[in-house]
């Protein structure tokens, strides 16, 4: 289903930040911090950001499994609809909780990437929000000074600036390990002194993006990429972003081995003092503008400070210009782009041990019972088990209902 996305500034969207000029640091009420929860919901994401004068953003939706636990949580904490609802890709373990969440506190607005996904859950997300929500947006720049960055403002000083994407000035990454998470939505949350920077699922070639243009990566706190798993959050990204704390938004005993070693080892480091979600619970950051306070266990846990060391003003430096076509990172020039990969839950294409199975290649994908990710035939991850298994007949039918493994990245 197509319906209209607004690009025009809404009441809630500020001049780009170039335009910002440096300010006063904002002085926090007593009980009136900017908040971001970082909810345990497994192996997903989802955030809700609460400014100063009470504007509401849930930055991403968590995975089916969490979604009664999501809803019931935003109830506790959401008074009226959210300001803003955001999807920063169309995956099931960002989305797939969203339908109850908006169900149980509304939305004023949702933007999305715009990313040509048409799964199941995200027809029926696109579905929901076209008929709920008044307002629909993908994060385009602002015509009128299409070197800028998208800014939203939230009261009292607080800004969400979106990186990337940036279409149409810039298209898509594409021919990447993973172009939905590639094309995540990247937003840096700023207050005085203070910043988060939320990710999504970016992969190596959206940070390696970034870091091609004139932008201030700097953040106090990091929302890791993709759970933390090891190809994203790159050395060189942490070396720019400089978090001296960082959330993981992962669940226990994961199928994917999230967090890697790799990625841990990295932000040591840098120094940041890591959080997550699959061993502290929901892990709560309030900010004055001049240090950040995070608690996990649902801000019950032990308190850490640290200062905010941001020199407030604008983000981009310079104008934001558009990568050269052909020169994207992760794919040469002269390399075809490649389309996005469609899943669909639900589908047809798998048969239980025992049945007959035509190979399409001579490489078989198999899933072990109650786990959400596929591997290769070859996979040693398979050799160790014992589990009843499900045969997939080709890629494409495996990834209809489950997602690549990490191990061996079938």
Known sequence: MSFARLSCVLALLLTSLPSLAAEALPTAGPGKPLT????????????????????TVL???????????????????????LDLAI??????????????????????????PGFNHPSEAYRDLLQFVGESVGQVMTPTPNPAAPHTLLTIGLGEGVSLTVLWPRVPQEPFLAGTRSDANSNSIVA??????????????????????????????????????????????????????????????CGA????????????????????????????????????????????HGGTGPLLVVPGELTPGPIALGPV?????????????????????????????????GASATPATNERYISLKNSKVFHKESCSTLKRSKSERTFYTNRDAALRERRPAEDCHP
């Open 253 to 296: 005993r994961n199928d994917y081995g999230h967090p890697s070693p790799e990625t841990l080892e990295r932000l040591a480091g840098v120094g940041a003092r890591v959080f997550r979600t699959d061993q502290d619970g929901e892990v709560v950051a309030s900010s004055d503008g001049r240090t950040i306070a995070l608690r996990a």
């Open 87 to 112: 999807l920063t890709h169309p995956h099931l373990d960002h989305l797939g909780g969203f339908i109850p969440a908006l169900r149980a506190v509304g939305a004023r607005r949702f933007m999305d």
């Open 36 to 55: 971001v929860y970082f909810f345990d919901v497994g192996q997903g994401d989802a955030a809700l950001v609460v400014s100063p004068t009470g504007k």
């Open 59 to 81: 930055i991403d939706g968590g995975p089916p499994e969490s979604r009664e636990k999501l809803a019931a949580r935003l109830k506790e904490l959401v008074s009226g609809p």
């Open 188 to 249: 840096k949350l700023t207050y005085g002194r203070t910043a988060f920077l939320l990710v999504g699922d970016a992969e190596p070639d959206t940070e390696a993006t970034l870091l091609q243009k004139p932008l201030d990566l700097t953040a106090t706190v990091l929302k890791v990429a993709h759970h933390g798993g090891r190809h994203s959050s790159t050395a060189p990204f942490l070396q720019a972003v400089k978090p001296q704390a960082a959330v993981i938004s």
């Open 321 to 353: 210009e558009a990568t050269p076509r052909g020169q994207e990172p992760g794919r040469k020039a002269s390399e075809p782009k490649r389309e996005a990969v469609v899943i669909e839950r639900g589908a047809s294409g798998a048969t239980k041990e």
